[in-house]
């Protein structure tokens, strides 16, 4: 099996150059939390730290509730069943072997964005399946996809697909027996757009046949070190999931479990979090647009996609002899390539120093 290099390795000798600034290295190359898990998580993560039996890979009953209550707090989604919520390890690993897990194979097709996380085009791989770019479905001709991605808000674009959109491809993919999966972990982020869950009633009719959301605590409780994600939708295909990794022994520990059932208790945490990106978003925007960049989409998410019309990795180059590390849009895509992604995951400090250096 031939997969694509790690992009993040080749980043290597630009990172050196950035750490050699005087006032140090300021990475936005990838987005991972900066800021404390909230005390009432960790608590609640040290609580059964002394259970000593296997947790349970559909995790606890309170866990999948606090799941479905915070959808419809946060998101307005209603209609899941806590039955068809399945805990998962972080959403990379769900991600790299969901289309195996659902049993595509060699021959399939796995439809992914033009622009996207790199680890959709992986799973596709693992499971042997042809890959195709494609924004547009109906591109596609009479191929019907074993699977179709989508991801609103953009991991790297912070592009926010309109409800409408969404519908249309959930009608197209039902017409053709094919699942599709929505990334949404940024949904919580949104800043010039509202992003809509594809479980929405505007978008599945009321009904989540043929549908999975997969959603991440990473962003919105900063608990990317705990590994803590879920997926829901169909309940036959959570079922099918659920059935092989029973199996697998794909199974979130125990206190990372109680650690997320606090967390999707309550949104306060999740409001502060969002307050903190918002800021720092502010001030990266400015300053990169002060630098002569402009800045595509960026609407929610993350990230901003930002361009000085020359190719990505020059891009890279002059922030990086600034100190200032990001990465080249390459990574997500052959259409990045004149974009670079600036997450908005440093401290307060570090983002103001970046500014000063813009």
Same mark, same amino acid.
């Given at each position: 099996?031939?997969?694509?290099?790690?992009?993040?390795?080749?980043?290597?000798?630009?990172?050196?150059?950035?750490?050699?600034?005087?006032?140090?290295?300021?990475?936005?190359?990838?987005?991972?939390?900066?800021?404390?898990?909230?005390?009432?998580?960790?608590?609640?993560?040290?609580?059964?730290?002394?259970?000593?039996?296997?947790?349970?890979?559909?995790?606890?009953?309170?866990?999948?509730?606090?799941?479905?209550?915070?959808?419809?707090?946060?998101?307005?989604?209603?209609?899941?069943?806590?039955?068809?919520?399945?805990?998962?390890?972080?959403? +990379?690993?769900?991600?790299?072997?969901?289309?195996?897990?659902?049993?595509?194979?060699?021959?399939?097709?796995?439809?992914?964005?033009?622009?996207?996380?790199?680890?959709?085009?992986?799973?596709?791989?693992?499971?042997?399946?042809?890959?195709?770019?494609?924004?547009?479905?109906?591109?596609?001709?009479?191929?019907?996809?074993?699977?179709?991605?989508?991801?609103?808000?953009?991991?790297?674009?912070?592009?926010?697909?309109?409800?409408?959109?969404?519908? +249309?491809?959930?009608?197209?993919?039902?017409?053709?027996?094919?699942?599709?999966?929505?990334?949404?972990?940024?949904?919580?982020?949104?800043?010039?757009?509202?992003?809509?869950?594809?479980?929405?009633?505007?978008?599945?009719?009321?009904?989540?046949?043929?549908?999975?959301?997969?959603?991440?605590?990473? +962003?919105?409780?900063?608990?990317?070190?705990?590994? @803590?994600?879920?997926?829901?939708?169909?309940?036959?295909?959570? @079922?099918?999931?659920?059935?092989?990794? +029973?199996? @697998?022994?794909?199974?979130?520990?125990?206190?990372?479990?109680?650690?997320?059932?606090?967390?999707?208790?309550?949104?306060?945490?999740?409001?502060?979090?969002?307050?903190?990106?918002?800021?720092?978003?502010?001030?990266?925007?400015?300053?990169?647009?002060?630098?002569?960049?402009?800045?595509?989409?960026?609407?929610?998410?993350?990230?901003?996609?930002?361009?000085?019309?020359?190719?990505?990795?020059?891009?890279?180059?002059?922030?990086?002899?600034?100190?200032?590390?990001?990465?080249?849009?390459?990574?997500?895509?052959?259409?990045?390539?004149?974009?670079?992604?600036?997450?908005?995951?440093?401290?307060?400090?570090?983002?103001?120093?970046?500014?000063?250096?813009?």
């Amino acid at each position: 099996m031939r997969l694509p290099d790690f992009p993040w390795d080749s980043l290597a000798e630009h990172a050196t150059r950035a750490r050699a600034h005087p006032d140090g290295l300021v990475d936005l190359s990838v987005g991972t939390p900066v800021d404390p898990v909230p005390d009432r998580i960790r608590a609640a993560l040290a609580s059964v730290s002394d259970r000593a039996g296997y947790p349970t890979t559909h995790g606890t009953p309170e866990l999948r509730q606090a799941a479905v209550e915070a959808l419809g707090r946060r998101y307005g989604v209603g209609g899941v069943d806590a039955v068809s919520v399945l805990p998962t390890i972080g959403s +990379k690993e769900l991600v790299a072997w969901l289309p195996t897990l659902l049993g595509v194979r060699a021959g399939d097709l796995v439809v992914i964005p033009e622009l996207a996380y790199p680890t959709y085009e992986v799973g596709g791989l693992l499971a042997g399946a042809e890959v195709v770019r494609a924004d547009g479905l109906t591109a596609l001709g009479p191929r019907r996809p074993a699977m179709v991605w989508l991801n609103s808000p953009s991991n790297p674009t912070g592009r926010v697909l309109p409800a409408e959109h969404l519908r +249309k491809v959930v009608d197209w993919a039902r017409e053709r027996g094919t699942t599709v999966v929505s990334d949404e972990c940024y949904l919580s982020l949104a800043w010039e757009a509202r992003p809509v869950s594809v479980l929405d009633a505007g978008v599945s009719g009321g009904s989540h046949e043929g549908i999975l959301a997969v959603h991440s605590l990473s +962003k919105s409780s900063s608990l990317a070190g705990y590994r @803590a994600g879920f997926v829901t939708g169909d309940p036959t295909l959570v @079922a099918r999931l659920l059935a092989v990794r +029973k199996h @697998a022994g794909m199974i979130v520990p125990r206190p990372v479990q109680e650690a997320m059932t606090a967390a999707l208790s309550e949104d306060s945490h999740v409001d502060v979090q969002r307050e903190r990106y918002r800021a720092r978003r502010t001030v990266l925007r400015q300053a990169f647009e002060g630098a002569g960049f402009r800045i595509d989409h960026s609407e929610a998410g993350l990230y901003l996609w930002a361009t000085r019309g020359e190719d990505a990795w020059q891009t890279v180059a002059w922030l990086a002899e600034r100190g200032i590390l990001v990465a080249p849009g390459t990574f997500y895509g052959p259409t990045g390539a004149q974009h670079v992604r600036v997450a908005l995951t440093a401290t307060d400090e570090r983002v103001a120093s970046a500014a000063e250096r813009l």
